[in-house]
């Protein structure tokens, strides 16, 4: 516990500072996205190849959406794989 304790106390250091606060709320989204539609995926025991195929793409393609470092994750995608999931998105500027 010690461990987490320091990395929030840096954290909340480092989230201070503007440019730092941006590139992390910017990974934190695609991260949240990503690691989302795996947990939806396998709570409805879908496997990647049969969402990709529900999709009309390829497993590859489903990896990488829920790759928490893929930053290329397009409304239009998401929309798509949320469609399949049975999911609806709710897009909320705040």
Avoid: C
Avoid at 12 to 29: C, I, M, S, T, Y
Wanted: charged share 40%; hydrophobic share 35%; aromatic share 6%.
């Amino acid at each position: 516990m010690k461990g987490v304790r320091r990395f929030r106390d840096r954290l909340k250091k480092d989230l201070k500072n503007p440019e730092f606060r941006k590139a992390f709320e910017e990974e934190e989204v695609f991260a949240f996205l990503a690691i989302q539609i795996a947990k939806i995926r396998q709570k409805k025991k879908l496997s990647q190849k049969d969402l990709a195929r529900r999709l009309h793409t390829t497993q590859q393609t489903v990896s990488r959406l829920e790759n928490p470092h893929n930053k290329s994750l397009s409304l239009g995608t998401l929309i798509k794989v949320a469609h399949e999931l049975d999911k609806r998105i709710k897009v909320e500027l705040v």
